[in-house]
């Protein structure tokens, strides 16, 4: 992970995208952490972060989890079953 100053990457955002696709790049403003850069390996990642920091989705996620938890549930083989996968 390497850690850079904002005006370093408002000078240099190309060079720090490319940096992004191997590590993440902390972006700093005196000192203090402000954001982070964060390379996709395949153009389609993006959809996938943008669904991550969704709250509803996170939310969902969630919703998701407990009603397995709670047995409530399809398995992967009835979906396949059911869609002829």
Sequence with gaps: MKQVSIDEVKNDLSGYLQIAERESVIITRDGQPVGILIGLEDAEDWWEELMLCNPRFEAE?????????????????EIKAKYAV
């Design 61 to 77: 996620i969630a919703q998701a989890r407990q009603s397995l938890k709670e047995g409530k549930g399809i398995s992967i083989e």
